[in-house]
């Protein structure tokens, strides 16, 4: 069975067998203008992957924090929308090589509109 239609990945590029889903939770916890973070809970780790549908795309692609904090149960991901490209952003899902895919709950969408229009203004 599989939970993740959205876009095309390899599933070698996550894990070298079968993953099935995680009971942690995902989602952007916060939205600024020149960066965002993803939180985890129920997992503090620094071994996850991000995985994101970029704008007028239906492929799944993985973006590195530029930092990840660590407590206990909580994984904080701290993403700089500088090289993103504009548009809207979708988060898909988080993994750390343990077989258990962290899907994204509400909220998981995000643009990059803001940051431009700041950044324009600024020029």
Do not use: C
């Not at 239906?58 to 530029?66: A, C, G, H, M, Q």
Request: proline fraction near 5%; aromatic fraction near 14%; glycine fraction near 4%.
């Amino acid at each position: 069975m599989n939970y993740f239609t959205n876009g095309n990945i390899a599933q070698i590029s996550i894990l070298p067998s079968p993953f099935s889903e995680s009971s942690n939770t995902a989602q952007i916890s916060n939205n600024l203008n020149e960066k965002f973070e993803v939180e985890i809970i129920g997992n503090g780790d620094n071994k996850f992957k991000f995985y994101f549908i970029p704008p007028f795309s239906n492929e799944i692609v993985s973006l590195n924090p530029d930092e990840v904090v660590i407590t206990a149960g909580k994984t904080t991901a701290i993403f700089n929308k500088s090289n993103l490209a504009t548009g809207y952003w979708f988060f898909a899902f988080a993994e750390n090589s343990s077989g258990k895919i962290i899907k994204s709950s509400s909220p998981r969408n995000l643009t990059m509109e803001m940051f431009l229009r700041k950044h324009i203004q600024e020029v």
